[in-house]
């Protein structure tokens, strides 16, 4: 097995973290890749002194789309706006503690993709 | 049967290896492998005798005009084409349709007429259209296609009617793999007096084809599908309608006389080949037709119906496994599917760990996957170097990702 399917890839991917929807999301953040029918949706309930206290999200895509979104919506509770805004690939490409490969780079960056439509959306 | 093991040494790059495994090449309906014979023409070309084309009056100039020149000839046969002059040569496919679509279709076009295409049509065959229809004010028609990948024949009376002015389909689907009617579909258009482009992108490289008998009235289709390189493309068009469309791309080369204000055409073909042409790549061409023709097209399409067909039965057996499109009696070497839920990129990303070169996504067909229901396929294509072992391969190799996502049957 190769080193991107790992484990814990399979694991977030079988059991999703922070699924579902939630009562009263402040930022709404969608991505929707139609050439492989990736899609996701992350919704972020901030706290009162502004950073990440709820999220949750739902989604459709291949492995890797999936599971980094799910790492992704761990690693972004507790952060304020700006450090969500501040986020970069690399650190989310990271998070998947594997080799992500040119091909396979665009699937694990999808809930960046995502949060970073929600914040202009949050701004507009 | 063709000697596959022969056909492959003619091929280097099938004999590399992709993650420690022997590759296996299944992804030759989105672009072919090159044999021998073409590279050592192209690299003949450029050390040897290697200059730009036409007007040239020195040897280099005229030797290289001369077997550009001449991969036209061999196009020309190759489709049987009445004359030389209806070859056109262009980057590819796309680039063909769209010479019709700008060149043809600007100038024929008008509102209210309707432009008939089909629901399994590639991008390259449905963008061009839709845009030419929005500019004019044309609609565009859809003939359906039923839920096993053919076309739905007896739809076509309600749809072919006299405001039908072009009629634009697939030899054969991309995905579906489905060999269409392409001479029924002509002689109905042509009685509607209805113009007729067939998308011979998948069609030209696997099966034999005969412009005269065929009586299409242009056919488009790319070199590097059939064992040719990249960049170059072909235009057929009857001579009578290429005479009287204006140019498409201007500039160099397609001009008879430029004045300050004013400029006349270059004869055929030339008219619609502006700026230096794909040199190289043309002779390129020429010398996949040549190989191509050694073996001859009938043996090609037979060998790739019996190893589709292997290859069909061998995929069905796996449980969980959903080919989409007609049973292989109907289709050339194009098999896609579905298999166990899994997303078409986590395959191909685990097949070709195993060496296994496959297709993932819509291949450029969108709204055919709509109409099917699937937002992706995972696609294998079979051309005149795959052997059945590769289909077993392939299988293999799903049994394989599937175990290692825990999609055990």
């Given at each position: 097995m190769e080193d991107l399917y790992r484990e814990h890839i399979l694991d977030h991917y079988a059991h999703p973290r922070n699924w579902g929807r939630l009562e009263n999301p402040d930022i709404v953040a969608d991505a929707d890749d139609p050439s492989c029918g990736d899609q996701v949706h992350i919704e972020i309930a901030l706290d009162s002194t502004g950073r990440v206290e709820q999220v949750a999200f739902e989604g459709e895509g291949c492995m890797i789309s999936m599971a980094s979104t799910s790492l992704f919506t761990e690693y972004i509770k507790g952060r304020s706006l700006e450090e969500l805004a501040a986020l970069t690939e690399e650190e989310v490409l990271t998070l998947l503690d594997a080799p992500v490969g040119p091909s396979r780079r665009r699937c694990a960056l999808t809930p960046l993709v995502a949060l970073r439509a929600g914040l202009q959306r949050l701004k507009g | 049967m063709l000697k596959v093991d022969r056909i492959r040494a003619d091929f280097p790059i099938l004999s590399r290896q992709v993650h420690g495994k022997p590759l296996v090449f299944l992804d030759s309906a989105a672009s072919s492998q090159k044999p021998l014979a073409v590279l050592e023409a192209m690299e003949r070309a450029y050390r040897e005798c290697y200059a730009n084309v036409?007007?040239?009056?020195y040897t280099l100039s005229e030797e290289a005009t001369c077997s550009y020149e001449e991969a036209r000839d061999k196009v020309a046969s190759f489709i049987n084409a009445r004359v030389r002059e209806e070859i056109v040569f262009t980057r590819n496919t796309t680039e063909s349709i769209n010479l019709v679509a700008y060149s043809w279709g600007r100038s024929n076009i008008g509102p209210g007429d309707r432009i008939l295409l089909t629901e399994m049509e590639h991008h390259s065959n449905l963008v061009p259209w839709q845009l030419l229809a929005q500019e004019k004010g044309a609609e565009l028609v859809y003939l359906p296609i039923t839920?096993?990948?053919?076309?739905?024949?007896?739809?076509l009376d309600e749809l072919?009617?006299?405001?039908?002015r072009l009629v634009a389909f697939t030899m054969m689907s991309n995905v579906l793999g489905t060999i269409t009617p392409a001479k029924e579909l002509v002689e109905r258009a042509h009685a509607v007096g209805a113009v007729v482009l067939v998308d011979g992108a998948q069609g030209v490289p696997h099966l034999p084809v005969d412009v005269q008998e065929l009586g299409c009235d242009f056919l488009a289709f790319s070199g590097h599908k059939m064992c040719g390189p990249s960049g170059i493309g072909v235009l057929y068009g009857r001579e009578e309608l290429l005479e009287a469309m204006p140019p498409f791309l201007s500039g160099g080369d397609m001009i008879r006389r430029v004045e300050f204000h004013r400029a006349t055409w270059n004869d055929l073909p030339w008219k619609f080949e502006a700026g230096t042409p794909a040199i190289v790549e043309g002779i390129g061409l020429g010398a996949a037709v040549d190989y191509l023709e050694g073996f001859g097209m009938e043996a090609i399409a037979a060998h790739e119906r019996e190893t589709v067909t292997y290859a069909m039965e061998r995929l069905s057996a796996l449980p969980g496994m959903q080919i989409v499109g007609p049973p292989a009696r109907a289709r050339g070497g194009v098999v896609a599917f579905s298999f166990r839920g899994i997303h078409p990129h986590d395959l191909a990303h685990l097949l070709d760990l195993e060496g296994v070169a496959v297709r993932a996504g819509h291949h450029c067909a969108q709204p055919l996957h709509a109409r099917l229901g699937l937002t992706a396929t995972t696609r294998a294509s079979f051309y005149l170097y795959n052997s059945p072992d590769e289909a077993d391969r392939l299988a293999e190799a799903l049994e394989k990702a599937a175990r290692a996502l825990g999609k055990e049957a």
């Open positions: - | 036409h007007r040239g009056v839920d096993d990948g053919f076309l739905q024949m007896d739809r072919l009617d006299e405001r039908v």
